[in-house]
């Protein structure tokens, strides 16, 4: 099947669309784990919401996200000074959570083909710690977490297999 490049590009915008919107719920629940976080955790909140608040960054950008209204970024500001005032302690939907977990396995194993796994190696491990400390934080590990983190260590070990073959990264 030969297609051309805007047949291919119509093919792939309603995957590339899911893809956004998948990015910015887990944004949304980053920012929320962040904010109870900061609640909860004291100073190692604090300390772990810069990280976190460096990730949605680089999330925000990596996927090209629409900067139109507010930037995620205020936002998540926005929701840390709320955090700081607030004695409420948050209780996250399952949406903010799933979307938290799924939306960093889908950053990293689009990671992995798109930077190299020595490369990648490094955010993958980033992203499944994170994803194992969102779930142990909000009390929902699940044996798909397990699976989701053994299939990114599986597409980093075939990535590095198919960049060390004999054909010299995939080129004969």
Do not use: H
């Amino acid at each position: 099947m030969k297609l051309t490049l805007d047949e291919l590009i119509t093919l792939m915008e309603p995957q590339a669309q899911r893809d956004k919107k998948l990015i910015v719920q887990c944004i949304d629940g980053l920012t929320e784990y962040a904010a109870e976080l900061r609640q909860k955790a004291g100073d190692a909140g604090k300390a772990e919401s810069s990280a976190l608040r460096e990730l949605i960054d680089r999330l925000e950008g990596y996927w090209g996200l629409d900067n139109s209204g507010e930037n995620r970024l205020s936002a998540f500001d926005r929701r840390m000074r709320e955090a700081e005032q607030s004695k409420q302690p948050w209780a996250p939907v399952q949406d903010q959570i799933n979307g938290a977990v799924l939306g960093l396995y889908r950053y990293a194993m689009d990671m992995i083909p798109g930077q190299g796994a020595s490369e990648a190696a490094e955010q993958v491990a980033e992203c499944e710690r994170l994803m194992r400390n969102i779930a142990a934080f909000w009390n929902c590990a699940s044996p798909s977490l397990d699976s989701l983190c053994s299939q990114m260590q599986e597409a980093l070990r075939d990535q590095s297999e198919w960049e060390n073959s004999v054909r010299m990264g995939g080129i004969e």
